[in-house]
């Protein structure tokens, strides 16, 4: 069964160092193994080729603690895509990602996009199947509250709903990312806008001491007024 508990602000001595400003569009988080090679590099290399500056981790995800630069980058991050596949719940890297992603949703505004790839949303909301397997294996190893966690933020994660990308041999999974951007691309746009914004008054303003540099907020717009936050844009 799923974990009925409240997620709650992930705690790391990262939150120790200064809060950076969002610099990546996308932050990628992924089971290595599953789809490295494969669907999320099409996701990549999608975005990537439409300017969205996204991250991925090159790292392979072997179990382990998460390290202090992985935190920051998330936090540095306006949107997130959570790719859920079989065995993304094996990673305790993975899960430790996940929570902190959905940390970012609720103290910073970060938009978090999920997807189901060959897996059932219903096995990964109930915690069931491979997810539940894995955090069987997890009680050994990892420590009550950090198990409670993952389940909170899978569990939160898991409401907010997705794409499911469904097994099946006839499948083009590159279309499908053509598919996820187009769902998207609105938002992506008025990114490009707040980036373009930022040059253009960073030209205009002298930036001669720290305090005069310009700080814009992660949810502003531009035409300033026309949405209220990029966070309500997409809804899934």
């Not at 709650?8 to 789809?35: C, H, I, M, Q």
């Not at 894995?134 to 420590?143: G, I, P, S």
């Not at 951007?181 to 001669?208: G, I």
């Not at 005069?212 to 531009?222: G, Q, R, S, V």
Request: hydrophobic share 35%; net charge positive; proline share 3%.
């Amino acid at each position: 069964m799923a974990s009925s508990s409240t997620h709650k602000p992930y705690s790391s001595s990262s939150s120790s160092a200064p809060t950076p400003k969002p610099n990546l569009d996308v932050f990628l988080s992924f089971r290595g193994e599953d789809t490295r090679y494969g669907f999320t590099n099409h996701l990549f290399v999608s975005l990537e080729g439409r300017g969205i500056h996204t991250f991925r981790d090159q790292k392979l995800k072997r179990g382990g603690e998460i390290d202090q630069e992985l935190l920051r980058t998330i936090e540095g991050s306006r949107f997130s895509i959570i790719v859920l596949s079989e065995r993304y719940a094996d990673s305790k890297c993975c899960l430790e990602e996940l929570d902190k992603v959905m940390d970012c949703r609720k103290e910073r505004g970060q938009t978090v996009l999920l997807i189901f790839y060959h897996v059932n949303p219903s096995d990964v909301r109930k915690q069931t199947w491979s997810f539940g397997e894995a955090f069987a294996k997890h009680e050994t190893t990892v420590n009550g509250e950090k198990m409670q966690r993952g389940k909170a933020a899978m569990n939160e994660a898991t409401n907010l709903g997705g794409w499911h990308v469904v097994k099946d041999k006839e499948s083009k999974e590159m279309q499908f990312t053509s598919e996820v951007f187009a769902k998207m691309k609105n938002m992506f746009a008025k990114m490009k806008k707040l980036r373009l914004l930022q040059v253009y008054y960073s030209d205009q303003l002298s930036l001669t001491t720290e305090e005069n540099k310009l700080h814009l907020p992660i949810d502003f717009e531009f035409p300033p007024n026309k949405i209220s936050s990029l966070g309500r844009i997409f809804k899934t």
